[in-house]
């Protein structure tokens, strides 16, 4: 097994489109700052020309409420978030390299898991699963899900990211 292939299977794929649109607006955002309100994607879509989405479509469609949008919707999703449209599409290997880079990517705004991953970096893949069991040993000693879940834990401030936006708001 490669390191690239044992990174990649530590993330559960997101297989249904709320969960691959969950996982761009958890991953995809400016450094130094949360998620991309709805608002804030349905206006960049709309900037960015052709079709829109309204803001209540983005959070039927992350949470799985609507699950057909128009493909030139799902074009302009992928552009906003810089991401091949396939991701929509596919669950083939590519679409799960794209999944584990995005959550490397997350992971990697955090100041100390930097530090760590920058400090592993010439350790033998035997002595890095190692550390990653370790890891995961202290996320079940502090409640959090492993590596690979994609819920919340029922407290994270992850877990509002379904509540639904203010019906004044919609565009």
Request: charge should be negative.
């Amino acid at each position: 097994m490669t390191d690239d292939t044992y990174a990649e299977d530590r993330f559960m794929a997101a297989s249904t489109l709320a969960e691959k649109l969950d996982l761009l607006f958890r991953t995809r955002h400016p450094a130094g700052r949360g998620e991309y309100t709805y608002e804030e994607v349905a206006e960049g879509i709309r900037q960015l020309g052709g079709s829109t989405i309204a803001v209540t479509q983005l959070w039927q469609l992350r949470t799985g409420k609507q699950t057909n949008p128009r493909k030139s919707q799902l074009e302009a999703l992928a552009t906003f978030f810089r991401v091949p449209v396939h991701y929509f599409f596919d669950d083939d290997e590519e679409t799960k390299r794209i999944q584990a880079r995005l959550e490397l990517l997350a992971a990697m705004r955090n100041n100390d898991v930097e530090r760590i991953a920058l400090r592993a970096a010439d350790l033998s893949s035997e002595t890095l699963r190692a550390i990653a069991q370790i890891i995961e040993n202290a996320r079940h000693i502090e409640g959090l899900p492993n590596g690979g879940d994609q819920k919340p834990h029922p407290q994270s401030k992850a877990a509002s990211r379904t509540d639904k936006p203010d019906e004044e708001q919609q565009g």
